[in-house]
């Protein structure tokens, strides 16, 4: 269903809450776009992986050459039908433009700069760090950065289910599938970034808390 832009009154506390403006939507698209891509290239650094479409992207491109912001645009392709029979049309607008920014921003990052040592675990701590903070914001301004993302929040918004534990279990699947083009240790080390992740989609976008 799409979602209503217009101001009302959050439950519970007879505040008035207001939509966010677009200046402050263009902003945190760039903004949360930025972080996720930066999550992206410390992870691609370790041959790391996430949670969600993303990882779905990395196994793409780890398995065939594919640059990760080709392969991350075109896995997200199925799911904007979805976004914008359920979650409406400003919602999938700004979706398309984070995916498009995050897979821009990803492959033009390495032309300023390149990691040339960093521990894998570090790597996907780091990671996990920057695309929980940029998913947050993304959240908050009614967009996501596609695939499950999309479906997790509209879990959310039908059934109350938290969105950071519904990723969670989505993205449990496709880490352990992983294992089919890494080892072990970098499996393992990409968990514990997906887990810091979803433990703070968890504790911040939790259904009725946050209002604007």
């Known amino acids: 269903m799409p979602q209503d832009s217009s101001p009302g009154v959050a439950e519970g506390t007879g505040l008035s809450i207001a939509p966010h403006r677009p200046t402050e939507d263009a902003i945190a698209l760039v903004v949360g776009s930025l972080l996720l891509s930066f999550g992206v290239v410390f992870l691609e650094a370790v041959g790391a992986v996430s949670g969600g479409l993303a990882g779905v992207a990395f196994l793409v491109s780890y398995s065939s050459g594919w640059p990760f912001g080709v392969a991350f645009f075109i896995v997200n392709i199925p799911f904007?039908?979805?976004?914008?029979?359920?979650?409406?049309?400003?919602?999938?607008?700004?979706?398309?433009?984070?995916?498009?920014?995050?897979?821009?921003?990803?492959?033009?990052?390495?032309?300023?700069?390149?990691?040339?040592?960093?521990?894998?675990?570090?790597?996907?701590?780091?990671?996990?760090?920057?695309?929980?903070?940029?998913?947050?914001?993304?959240?908050?301004?009614?967009?996501?950065?596609?695939?499950?993302?999309?479906?997790?929040?509209?879990?959310?918004?039908?059934?109350?289910?938290?969105?950071?534990?519904?990723?969670?279990?989505?993205?449990?699947?496709?880490?352990?599938?992983?294992?089919?083009?890494?080892?072990?240790?970098?499996?393992?080390?990409?968990?514990?970034?997906?887990?810091?992740?979803?433990?703070?989609?968890a504790m911040n976008h939790r259904p009725g808390r946050y209002f604007g």
């Open 80 to 201: 904007y039908a979805l976004s914008l029979l359920r979650m409406g049309w400003q919602f999938t607008l700004k979706t398309v433009v984070v995916v498009v920014l995050v897979s821009a921003f990803a492959e033009v990052h390495p032309l300023f700069f390149e990691i040339e040592r960093i521990a894998p675990l570090y790597a996907c701590l780091l990671a996990g760090v920057l695309l929980g903070m940029g998913m947050l914001v993304l959240f908050r301004h009614r967009a996501s950065a596609g695939g499950l993302g999309i479906l997790a929040l509209f879990l959310q918004d039908r059934l109350k289910w938290s969105a950071g534990l519904v990723q969670l279990a989505f993205d449990s699947i496709i880490v352990l599938a992983a294992l089919l083009v890494t080892d072990v240790a970098t499996v393992l080390a990409s968990v514990a970034g997906v887990v810091v992740l979803n433990v703070i989609l």
